[in-house]
């Protein structure tokens, strides 16, 4: 089917989307992005990948191009995800996630087992910040940047919401991350990891790759979930740096499935 590109506003609750379908015949991948970024920072990916897929990416709410919410829950992400899949035609995407959108295509995939072909996940992995202790010190981190926060939304890499609204969806992620690891030992579709190094702004030295042990238990629960690659990025550039190996484990991935579907 060549599908027609597009891009425009979307309409989901009480907000926009903003939305950027590259159209074609091609297999249609729909990227997630991490949690404060926009969909920009997927260029190099689909300059890789190029015009044998089907290209569609957006912007979360408050973020990039997108409109503000009364709402910026986890829920409120997986039905942006439903409505841009729908008012763009899609019914099985393969869907690649960085980080907080990993996380999101590993729920959407589990919710959803008969809609997707496969799953890309950017290093993100089944481990959080839990407890009081845990959300203090998210939330601390967050009002320590509440002044850079406007600035870091211009770049991509911050959302137009308050201090304490960031905080806000970075607990919630930090809860239903490590409560994860059932949904991942369930999926049935083919998972393909791509994972960092390094640590991310916020983290401890060396506590995202203490985090990463976590998913050795997965892959040995789930045949269905495999480790394309390890690269020397850490967790905040490793789209900039190692795309090449994201869009490796893309291509992979989609000749292991065959025809486009």
């Excluded at 074609?24 to 997927?42: E, F, I, T």
């Excluded at 039905?79 to 590993?106: C, F, M, Q």
């Excluded at 799953?119 to 009002?143: C, N, Q, S, Y």
């Amino acid at each position: 089917m060549n599908s027609p590109a597009w891009t425009g506003m979307l309409p989901v609750d009480d907000t926009e989307l903003y939305v950027r379908d590259t159209g074609g015949p091609g297999r249609p991948v729909v990227y997630l992005n991490g949690a404060y970024a926009d969909q920009k920072h997927w260029k190099r990916v689909i300059a890789d990948l190029g015009s044998d897929y089907r290209h569609i990416t957006f912007d979360e709410r408050a973020r990039g191009k997108s409109k503000r919410s009364a709402d910026y829950t986890f829920e409120a992400c997986l039905r942006d995800l439903d409505a841009v899949l729908t008012a763009r035609g899609v019914e099985k995407p393969l869907l690649v996630g960085w980080s907080y959108g990993g996380i999101i295509g590993w729920h959407w995939a589990d919710r959803n087992p008969d809609r997707v072909q496969g799953l890309v996940t950017v290093d993100a992995f089944p481990v959080g910040l839990t407890g009081e202790a845990g959300r203090e010190r998210i939330r601390k981190m967050f009002r320590q940047w509440r002044l850079v926060l406007p600035i870091a939304a211009r770049f991509g890499l911050g959302a137009r919401m308050s201090a304490d609204e960031h905080a806000d969806v970075n607990i919630e992620l930090n809860e239903i991350a490590p409560a994860s690891v059932p949904v991942l030992d369930r999926l049935v579709c083919p998972v393909r990891f791509v994972m960092a190094t390094g640590d991310s702004l916020g983290s401890e030295a060396g506590e995202m790759e203490q985090g990463r042990k976590v998913l050795d238990q997965v892959l040995a629960a789930n045949p269905n979930i495999k480790v394309s690659a390890k690269v020397a990025s850490n967790h905040s550039k490793i789209l900039r740096n190692d795309s090449p190996a994201v869009a490796l484990a893309v291509r992979e991935l989609a000749v292991s499935l065959g025809t486009v579907q």
